[in-house]
């Protein structure tokens, strides 16, 4: 097996040479295990977190140790009762070509007709993290103007589609023009992120003069400023992420209208995603599924080709120059 490991915390954004390709000799199978040779894997910002040394809500990764990450693969041996050679299944073995695991830590593929990628995206983990973002935790109706940042990226385009699709007037924010387009051709007045807090809020006064009662937050920073001034009295925050921070070495001062909590009433809840779909994984597949199958939710992938890839794909994602999806495609 080839897999990937860092051999220290870096501070700020990780450089390329951060990360080490390793080769393993895998053990045989025990009773009970799997072994994948995987075809997709998914980089994803909050793996960042993992990479700082600290516990947030998971613990960070090991050093020398291989890296984990969503992935997708075929089992080519197995030893366990159900699980049979040829399967495909999603896992957390990611960043190595080749995975071996216990049968428990496997899911195969639920009963939807798409390519089978999307199980890493728009009906991953991803797709979840929208889905319980906007319904469950920001409790989303339909007369409700929702802002959306980091609208164009993998949670953000199905958060996106689905507040659109439910008769909300959505916004969302992306950092270029190809994926402000793409935003605007969906129904959804695109804006630049880009800019000071104070052109941001320009931009969201002209784009809804009515003001946002639904912020779904991905990014932090100034958007989060700029969303606080413009937010409805009772308002609410779905604190998705806050990707704008995640490489910072030292954090910067938080929001300086952090008070339009109190005076508006705001609601601002974080979220993980695993907490809140427990319980709820039929819903969303039977919600979301369909729409993805027939089309009616448009998803986007990026690509990287080979294992080799996989840091830069990673690093990609703090670029933003992934459209949708940021994935890697294994031989
Ligand atoms: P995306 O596909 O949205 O990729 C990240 C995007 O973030 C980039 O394409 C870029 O788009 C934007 N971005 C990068 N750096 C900055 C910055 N400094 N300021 C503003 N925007 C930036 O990733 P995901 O859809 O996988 O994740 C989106 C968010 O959701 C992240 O914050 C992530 O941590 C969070 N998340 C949270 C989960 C939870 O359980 N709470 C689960 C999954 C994801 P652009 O071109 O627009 O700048």
């Not at 947030?56 to 990764?61: D, I």
């Not at 049968?103 to 993290?129: E, K, N, R, S, Y």
């Not at 800019?195 to 937050?217: M, N, R, T």
């Not at 294992?307 to 830069?312: K, S």
Request: net charge negative; hydrophobic share 40%.
């Amino acid at each position: 097996s080839r897999y990937f490991t860092i051999s220290e915390y870096p501070e700020g954004l990780p450089e390329r040479s951060l990360f080490q390709l390793e080769t393993q000799e895998l053990p045989e199978l025990k009773e009970g295990e799997v072994r994948i040779r995987n075809q997709w894997l998914s980089v994803d910002p909050y793996m960042r977190g993992r990479m700082s040394g600290v516990k947030t809500y998971v613990e960070p990764f090991e050093l020398n140790k291989p890296l984990q990450g969503g992935a997708l693969g075929k089992i080519i041996e197995s030893r366990h009762q159900t699980l049979k050679e040829g399967d495909r299944v999603v896992h957390m073995g990611g960043w190595r070509d080749v995975a071996q695991l216990s049968g428990d830590q496997v899911q195969p593929l639920p009963d939807i007709d798409v390519p089978p990628q999307a199980f890493l995206g728009v009906l991953g983990m991803p797709g979840m993290t929208a889905w319980v973002g906007l319904t469950l935790v920001a409790e989303l109706k339909s007369s409700d103007t929702v802002l959306i940042s980091a609208a164009s990226g993998a949670v953000g385009s199905l958060a996106a589609q689905l507040a659109s699709q439910k008769g909300c007037t959505v916004i969302g924010s992306a950092g270029s023009q190809e994926k402000r387009e793409w935003l605007e051709a969906h129904g959804i007045k695109a804006i630049d992120h880009h800019q000071s807090a104070d052109e941001i809020k320009k931009a969201l006064k002209e784009a809804a003069p009515q003001g946002i009662d639904v912020y779904y937050e991905n990014v932090g920073g100034p958007m989060l400023e700029a969303a606080l001034d413009v937010m409805n009295d009772f308002g609410r925050i779905a604190v998705c992420g806050m990707i704008s921070r995640y490489n910072e070495a030292a954090p910067s001062a938080g929001p300086a209208n952090i008070s339009a909590v109190l005076t508006k009433r705001l609601r601002m809840q974080g979220f993980i995603v695993y907490e809140w779909i427990k319980g709820h994984e039929q819903a969303f597949y039977q919600q979301v599924g369909p729409l993805v199958a027939d089309g009616r939710i448009e998803y986007r992938e990026t690509m990287e080709e080979g294992l080799e890839r996989t840091p830069d794909a990673f690093l990609a994602l703090f670029e933003g120059s992934n459209q949708g999806k940021m994935l890697v495609k294994l031989d």
